[in-house]
Nanobody, 134 residues
Framework: QVQVVESGGGLVEAGGSLRLSCTTS????????MGWFRQAPGKEREGVSA????????FYEQSVKGRFTISQDNAKTTVYLQMDNLKPEDTAMYYC???????????????????????????WGQGTQVTVSS
């Protein structure tokens, strides 16, 4: 059974940092693109960042480039999102996603995740709240 569990959210002042973790089980990263989405109240859900199974390809939504860093552990069971220089507009519920894909197309799948490309097969975590105060 595929499980995706986020942690690490919280309240932080503008300019501060948080690191989100996504702990997974029930599948191997080789067959998935991993990513982070967020949704603020009254706004549409948006892709934030994604990583291919090899860890070599990473993608970011424009507003977080240079501030957020996605990575994975060597065991390929946990994905991280390091968020630095946080801004009030980063306030949202953050979701980790696991999107099944052909391993040969992992780079394209990860790129698609950041652009919001999810399917009925995409697995979602329950979300972790990030609140940035001004």
């Amino acid at each position: 059974q595929v499980q995706v569990v986020e942690s690490g959210g919280g309240l932080v002042e503008a300019g501060g940092s948080l690191r989100l973790s996504c702990t997974t089980s029930g599948f191997t990263f080789d067959d998935y693109a991993m990513g982070w989405f967020r949704q603020a109240p009254g706004k549409e859900r948006e892709g934030v960042s994604a990583i291919s199974w090899s860890g070599k390809n990473t993608f970011y939504e424009q507003s977080v480039k240079g501030r957020f860093t996605i990575s994975q552990d060597n065991a390929k069971t946990t994905v991280y999102l390091q968020m630095d220089n946080l801004k009030p507009e980063d306030t949202a519920m953050y979701y980790c996603v696991a999107d099944p894909c052909d391993p040969a197309l992992a780079k394209i799948a990860a790129m698609g995740l950041v652009r919001g490309g999810v399917s009925a097969a995409t697995h979602w975590g329950q979300g972790t709240q990030v609140t940035v105060s001004s």
